[in-house]
């Protein structure tokens, strides 16, 4: 082996074991070479969860399902209400459109006196 072969393997080496290195770097062991880029990813939502949790103001599964539990009644009934209240706007639609029939007849019933009067 020549001295420039020697040389180009040390570079070599030397270069693999960098980039082993670098892929390493700043990880908890867990990557995995077969997905690489998933385990990085992976490693960093899990370093940075906490982070995320309270800079976008999330609410975990078991406050949410406590919240949930806390208002359901308070829900129900405002959807029982709401219920009601569609009923009623809808009875009372009928209503207005019977007195516009009412007053729409009495109008005309006062024009004709009117005419005939005249």
Do not use: C, H, Q
């Amino acid at each position: 082996m020549t001295p420039e072969e020697i040389l180009l393997i040390v570079i070599l080496a030397i270069l693999v074991i960098f980039l082993v290195y670098y892929f390493f770097k700043g990880s908890g062991g867990r990557i995995a070479i077969s997905r690489p880029v998933e385990s990085r990813v992976d490693e960093y939502l899990d370093r940075k969860f906490e982070r995320f949790v309270e800079e976008w103001s999330l609410v975990r599964r078991p406050v949410l399902n406590s919240f949930k539990e806390d208002r359901n009644a308070a829900l129900t009934r405002d959807e029982e209400r709401i219920v009601t209240l569609k009923k009623f706007e809808s009875e009372m639609k009928t209503t207005l459109e019977d007195l516009e029939g009412r007053l729409n007849a009495l109008e005309n019933s006062l024009a004709t006196e009117k005419t005939g009067r005249k």
